[in-house]
């Protein structure tokens, strides 16, 4: 497989040609299947049908069978085995607030969860569910060692974003051709960060 790539297609077809644990993490932030490309906040995104349902078992069996370790987003809507860790994106915003307040991933990790803050209306947007790139930073942070990061699931291309700039190696899957070339235009941006 090689890295440093967005790869357009269906990530399970290209999951089941990976080596196993050949991944060191997986930061991804699979569809929810709550129909966010139809809600009215998202109205300058274009309405697809991507976030209709939530993929199957046998997308998060090939996304532990490929990956040493796992942060994924939206863990909440997920049929994934017990864990003490969740990262919380709190979005900064009030109470009466129509939309979520916050966002969970779940993470493989036996350790204490954590809390990240940042207000969702200033982070700029490519994709209906855009991550702040420094949110998925964060994420690294927690795991040094991880040189190997892929999202199976790539958007707009933050976690490869946030991954270059840590200076990891990354994989990008999307099915989507449209977001596929917004993600590569956001890396030809990114200087890669120095060790």
Same mark, same amino acid.
């Given at each position: 497989m090689e890295i440093n790539k967005i790869i357009q297609g269906d990530c399970l077809e290209i999951l089941k040609g990976m080596p196993d644990k050949s991944i060191d993490l997986i930061l991804t932030d699979p569809p929810y299947g709550i129909g @966010?490309?139809?809600?009215?906040?998202?109205? $300058?995104?274009?309405?697809?049908?991507?976030?209709?349902?939530?993929p199957s078992k046998e997308?998060?069996?090939?996304?532990?069978?490929v990956s040493k370790e796992q942060i994924i987003w939206g863990g909440n809507y997920f049929d994934l085995p017990p864990s003490q860790c969740f990262y919380v994106w709190d979005k900064v915003q009030p109470q009466d607030?129509?939309?979520?307040?916050c966002e969970m991933a779940w993470v493989s990790r036996q350790s204490p969860a954590k809390l990240f803050r940042r207000r969702v209306v200033e @982070?700029?947007?490519?994709?209906?569910?855009? $991550?702040?790139?420094?949110?998925?930073?964060w994420c690294l942070t927690f795991f040094p060692d991880a040189q190997t990061i892929l999202d199976p699931f790539a958007g707009s291309g933050?976690?490869?974003v946030a991954a270059k700039m840590e200076g990891r190696?990354?994989?990008g899957i999307e099915i989507s051709s449209r977001y596929c070339e917004i993600a590569r235009e956001r890396l030809k941006s990114v200087?890669?960060?120095l060790l």
């Open positions: @966010i490309a139809n809600n009215p906040f998202r109205q $300058k995104f274009e309405k697809e049908d991507w976030d209709s349902s939530t997308y998060f069996d090939e996304i532990f069978r607030f129509s939309s979520s307040m @982070i700029q947007k490519w994709h209906p569910t855009t $991550k702040p790139t420094d949110l998925m930073q933050t976690t490869c190696n990354y994989i200087t890669q960060k």
